[in-house]
């Protein structure tokens, strides 16, 4: 395989340096690298950061191909500067066998933009009632380690406690979508001042601040770590940060969306704003950058969920929750961590790579840039700043918040092992 | 005014007081032999209507007819219309058809307002009650009511209702005429006090003008007017409230409550009323209940909302073009 060197890069927003790839790793990080035999990159002081991890992508290949495939969708990821996505569960059929697992997980490697880490049900047919076959989707080849009913609450208790006891056999993790259901019957919005004037259906903040508060006691009880996806409110750090502190093994990830994004644009009535959980309020948005910062919460993870054009081109009641993010999201993780003084670099590595890897044992990912290390890497222009234009997404859908909004930063390359998936802003 | 009428919020005291002042001139082409007025010769207006209201449609439609306007009546109940595709494709048939106002009643709160920003249609749009959102015209015909019965039919032209103390009781969680009202009787400097069990009210309900009760009796004696808004009886079987005889107990409407009201203060309902419920059949059909005159007073208000927005600059109402007939 050749070589590629890459010049004058600011590896992980430091002083520039040279980083050689030779084949699907990283020969050598210095000064002055030689050229001789190697493509040349040069970087002109863009910021050099390990492949991101997303452990939270709806892919919808099975069954909701006119939304996304694996094959569009792992193009959006590597446009975006993924190298590994780990996909959500609530597929038609439902990612619930050793059999879907491995056609996702297959379908991924064939694709080769960027790893695809299947997640599997904790429930069959997501119906919280029956453990699915948890131990058969982690032998399986595509090696399942992170298990999630996501899009629903696995809301009973036991089950609840014994999925979590189930996956310490193979050291798995339960990752939660905390949504109490009967408090959330009919939720179209976040509930509060804003809903209370548009009269739309409350998701209140304590419908998830009680699921997470539940499971942070289970996972202590019977000595298990818990994942708890899309954490939206202020109070669900609290829990956090107090689960944390009594050393129960918690983590949790937070939205790009939910860091920028509030439930006054709700009353535009547009459903590009209509995602699960809700936008929660400015209160809410300064405590999860906090949170992000100082580590209560663990990871960004993008809940990019593709969703046809008619299916939010319609009143709000009727159009279905979710954003797509893949490609936005090192965007709006740098205007509301970075160009704030809330995260530098270094940080931003930490919480959308390393930690994800750590958390979905990503093998591979999310490693240090470093010779010997895997050369999933990428490139970004951290001086662009530029309105969004959905037209240019690689993933099929198109139901993005932040269209024309201006964002700082643009991926430029992205390397999975070596091979280049995204060059000058183009996908290979 | 603007070219829509999607909220209460949207109106200045000024738009307000100026619909109420048109609608007293429309009630009076009423009580003339002839009733119709050429004002929207040649416009069509369309009543589309998601959710089943037939007193709302009819006062609409006596409303567009007085003023001579092409009526086209659009019922789309039921499943067909249950995913949202359909109001975008209603709303674009609508448009080729080349519609001059659009009256929508929708089940989901926001559908006008999408309706008039998305794109879809260039016709003025008219929330005739949309969801547990808002329902504007039936706070300006609320407001009319009050304004004829607390300040008087010609005293009052050019007033608003301040210092007026404005009584809504009932089911505010779920009610978009108390949204509208609050929003409208703010606007027109009246107190607003709003009575219901806590299980009834928003999350959030603190920061809308106005004051919060939980008990009734203690607002009566100080009311001009008294609203009771309808309540469902299945609300019980979501645990709002434990049993029918309790809500009527605590924040039902009988004589002996209508008996604390000031001498002059009246008793309201935007109908349709569940009699037993949160009034009792001799409040009801009492003097002091203006049930009757507001359906009256509906039909006027529209009028006026439907010149104010189509009409141009003409006057409504002048003695050569309704004599002329
Ligand atoms: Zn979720």
Redesign the interface.
Known sequence: MSKILIRGAKVLGGAPQDVLIDGETVEAVGTGLPAEGAEVVEADGKVLLPGLVDLHTHLREPGREDSETVLTGTRAAASGGFTAVFAMANTFPVADTAGVVEQVWRLGREHGYCDVRPIGAVTVGLEGQKLAELGAMHESAAGVTVFSDDGKCVHDAVIMRRALEYVKAFDGVVAQHAQEPRLTEGA?MN??????????G?W?AVAEESIIARDVLLADHVGSRVHICHLSTAGSVEIVRWAKSRGIRVTAEVTPHHLLLTDELVR???PVYKVNPPLRTERDVMALREALADGTIDIVATDHAPHPH??K???????AMGMVGLETALSVVQETMVDTGLLDWAGVADRMSARPAQIGQATGHGRPVSAGEPANLILVDTAYRGPVDPAGFASRSRNTPYQGRELPGRVTHTWLRGKATLVDGKLT | MQRHLISAADLTRDDAVLILDTAEEMARVADRPIKKLPTLRGRTVVNLFFEDSTRTRISFEAAEKRLSADVINFTAKGSSVSKGESLKDTAQTLEAMGVDAVVIRHGASGAPYTLANSGWIDAAVINAGDGTHQHPTQALLDAFTMRRRLVGRDTGIGQDLSGKRITLVGDVLHSRVARSNVDLLHTLGAEVTLVAPPTLLPVGVGTWPCEVSYDLDSVLPKSDAVMMLRVQRERMNAAFFPTEREYSRRYGLDGDRMARLPEHAIVMHPGPMVRGMEITADVADSDRCTAIEQVANGVSIRMAVLYLLLGGNEPAVTPTRTEEK
């Open positions: 179209q509930e509060g001042v804003v809903s209370a004037e548009l009269g739309l409350g209140p535009t009535y547009n008619e299916d081109d319609c009143e709000w009641a009727a159009a």
